[in-house]
Nanobody, 123 residues
Framework: QVQLVESGGGLVQAGGSLRLSCAASGSIFSINTMGWYRQAPGKQRELVASITYTSTTNYADSVKGRFTISRDNAKNTVYLQMNSLKPEDTAVYYC?????????????????WGQGTQVTVSS
């Protein structure tokens, strides 16, 4: 069993900042790439940012230069620092990780999702 717990969402005005956190726990054998996705009502879920175990990062063009993703491997935690927020950033943000579960003898990597945290940016 692998669980992801997210925190840090909230309501901010345009131009403000938020920092999201996501901690993985449970019978974790290893964690590969971690990332953040977001989804607004009526829209497809989209990748916001991802980070590999060795800290190679990837960002959506819409957030490049404003958001920063980082991770603490010792704590199995990934962060998303969001600056210069815009109303179009409003969405539910989901943490995702590709991990191997110790309870699975095959140790096949699988994707796990957090419960989501709401980010609302007002104008």
């Amino acid at each position: 069993q692998v669980q992801l717990v997210e925190s840090g969402g909230g309501l901010v005005q345009a131009g403000g900042s938020l920092r999201l956190s996501c901690a993985a726990s449970g019978s974790i054998f290893s964690i590969n790439t971690m990332g953040w996705y977001r989804q607004a009502p009526g829209k497809q879920r989209e990748l916001v940012a991802s980070i590999t175990y060795t800290s190679t990062t990837n960002y959506a063009d819409s957030v490049k230069g404003r958001f920063t993703i980082s991770r603490d491997n010792a704590k199995n935690t990934v962060y998303l620092q969001m600056n210069s927020l815009k109303p179009e950033d409003t969405a539910v943000y989901y943490c995702n990780t590709n991990a191997r579960d110790r309870s699975d003898w095959t140790r096949r990597p699988k994707d796990y999702w957090g419960q989501g945290t709401q980010v609302t940016v007002s104008s």
